[in-house]
């Protein structure tokens, strides 16, 4: 049974780091994509970064610049290094990850950026 174990989240002034960590548990299979999403209150979950198997990357605009997805495929873990935190990047923050047909989520780690 594959279990994605978060960490790195917490309170940061505006203009702070944090680096989120992911790892996929349970599984040896290849995995395909890994990426985080957020969900603000009041908000849909949104995709923030993404990288795929081949190192394809995604962002939502907003983190562009400020924001780096990468990965340890050996360990199987995603990492999200946050710069410039801005007030409006709080919320929870979800990792996720691709194995063949499926997707797997983590529980969740809060992000909260005070201005």
């Known amino acids: 049974q594959v279990r994605m174990v978060e960490s790195g989240g917490g309170l940061v002034q505006a203009g702070g780091s944090l680096r989120l960590s992911c790892a996929a548990l349970g599984t040896s299979l290849s995995i395909n994509a890994m990426g985080w999403y957020r969900q603000a209150p009041g908000k849909k979950r949104e995709l923030v970064a993404g990288?795929?198997?081949?190192?394809?990357?995604d962002y939502v605009d907003s983190v562009k610049g400020r924001f780096t997805v990468f990965r340890d495929v050996t360990k199987n873990t995603v990492y999200l290094q946050m710069n410039s935190l801005k007030p409006e990047d709080t919320g929870n923050y979800f990792c996720n990850a691709t194995i063949g047909s499926h997707q797997f989520w983590g529980q969740g780690t809060q992000v909260t950026v005070s201005s």
């Open positions: 990288i795929t198997a081949g190192g394809d990357l």
